[in-house]
């Protein structure tokens, strides 16, 4: 099967947003991830629902509801510890070039996360983003991310992310491929030891399969 989304050259990725807790919820299980040099990268996932023509899970109340009880039910089930931020979905901007600023480093890249989703922490204003710096170890983040360089990185991300054809976050991109979500982890490590299972009849016929007219009657 010939891979849809060349864009990575075969480079393993790791695409996450903060304003994710699966994002936060798969980083946690680091160490179960397949031994392979993934790059962490920061997207904007509000830019990519954007560009995809697909709705933000807050804009529907019942599915904000939902998955806040689903990612608060990972948690406890995987025995991560887990707090809400005070308001959802904030904005992440800050720090996402944060990340950015950092080189998107694990250590720190955890820290950020952990600030939010663990300690329960708001980021986006002047005084969470600044006990966010203190707390990473940067507190000359504060200035230096409204550096355009910084800024200019993040917009290639998320330009990046839509060249691979990323929908979401959390998305792990192995050998071209593409695995969405918090859940796909043990897809992730069977396709990692048994490459040759996307090259089976099954696999292959049903990445093929035709949309259905758009007159059909799907009532």
Same mark, same amino acid.
């Given at each position: 099967?010939?891979?849809?989304?060349?864009?990575?050259?075969?480079?393993?990725?790791?695409?996450?947003?903060?304003?994710?807790?699966?994002?936060?919820?798969?980083?946690?299980?680091?160490?179960?991830?397949?031994?392979?040099?993934?790059?962490?990268?920061?997207?904007?996932?509000? =830019?990519?629902?954007? &560009?995809?023509?697909?709705?933000? %899970? #807050?804009?529907?109340?019942?599915?904000? @509801?939902? +998955?806040?009880?689903?990612?608060?039910?990972?948690?406890?089930?995987?025995?991560?510890?887990?707090?809400?931020?005070?308001?959802?979905?904030?904005?992440?901007?800050?720090?996402?070039?944060?990340?950015?600023?950092?080189?998107?480093?694990?250590?720190?890249?955890?820290?950020?996360?952990?600030?939010?989703?663990?300690?329960?922490?708001?980021?986006?204003?002047?005084?969470?983003?600044?006990?966010?710096?203190?707390?990473?170890?940067?507190?000359?983040?504060?200035?230096?991310?409204?550096?355009?360089?910084? =800024?200019?990185?993040? &917009?290639?991300?998320?330009?990046? %992310? #839509?060249?691979?054809?990323?929908?979401? @976050?959390? +998305?792990?991109?192995?050998?071209?491929?593409?695995?969405?979500?918090?859940?796909?982890?043990?897809?992730?490590?069977?396709?990692?030891?048994?490459?040759?299972?996307?090259?089976?009849?099954?696999?292959?016929?049903?990445?093929?399969?035709?949309?259905?007219?758009?007159?059909?009657?799907?009532?």
């Amino acid at each position: 099967m010939s891979a849809p989304h060349s864009a990575s050259g075969g480079k393993p990725y790791f695409f996450f947003d903060f304003i994710s807790p699966f994002s936060y919820l798969l980083l946690e299980q680091h160490e179960k991830w397949p031994g392979m040099p993934f790059e962490l990268v920061p997207i904007q996932l509000m =830019k990519l629902l954007d &560009r995809w023509g697909q709705p933000h %899970a #807050a804009t529907i109340p019942s599915k904000r @509801v939902f +998955t806040y009880r689903h990612a608060l039910f990972r948690a406890e089930q995987l025995g991560i510890p887990f707090k809400m931020p005070p308001a959802h979905p904030f904005d992440p901007s800050k720090p996402l070039r944060l990340a950015v600023l950092a080189g998107g480093k694990t250590a720190c890249v955890r820290d950020i996360f952990r600030y939010i989703w663990r300690e329960g922490r708001d980021p986006s204003g002047p005084e969470g983003f600044r006990a966010l710096c203190a707390h990473v170890g940067m507190p000359e983040a504060e200035a230096r991310i409204e550096d355009e360089d910084i =800024k200019a990185q993040l &917009r290639e991300n998320n330009e990046r %992310a #839509a060249e691979m054809g990323v929908f979401g @976050v959390p +998305t792990f991109v192995v050998n071209d491929q593409i695995f969405w979500g918090e859940d796909t982890l043990p897809m992730v490590l069977y396709v990692a030891r048994s490459p040759n299972w996307l090259e089976g009849a099954e696999v292959r016929r049903i990445s093929a399969l035709p949309i259905a007219p758009r007159d059909a009657d799907f009532g």
